[in-house]
């Protein structure tokens, strides 16, 4: 397996992991809260399984990216959430810095 491949399925699972989070109501709802954990732990190992082989100057960054915009778009879906030009915007600007991360080095 690749590492780029452990990154985006870090990332989802992050993606998860924060949707739970949000769902759990404060850990005060049960399955939510036993999704955040879980989501949460193989989050964390798959992205250490891709830093095995990348950068934490690329790695980190990716999945915080992918993570974010998972969250962003999944938030305005399923909770609501406002998802105003600035909130795309910056988004964006999360990604194009990442690209500008993997094109650099």
Do not use: C, D, H, N
Not at 19 to 44: C, D, H, N, W
Not at 63 to 84: H, K, N, S
Not at 94 to 104: C, E, T
Request: hydrophobic letters at 60%; proline letters at 4%.
């Amino acid at each position: 397996m690749t590492a780029w491949l452990f990154l985006v399925l870090a990332a989802g699972f992050e993606i998860v992991f924060a949707l739970a989070m949000k769902a759990s109501e404060g850990f005060t709802r049960l399955l939510p809260s036993l999704l955040t954990l879980v989501a949460g732990g193989i989050s964390l190992a798959l992205l250490t399984f891709a830093m095995k082989t990348m950068p934490v100057s690329l790695a980190y960054p990716a999945w915080t990216a992918m993570g974010t915009l998972g969250a962003v778009i999944l938030g305005a879906a399923f909770f609501g959430e406002p998802l105003g030009l600035g909130k795309l915007l910056a988004t964006a600007a999360l990604i194009g810095g990442v690209a500008g991360l993997q094109i650099s080095g």
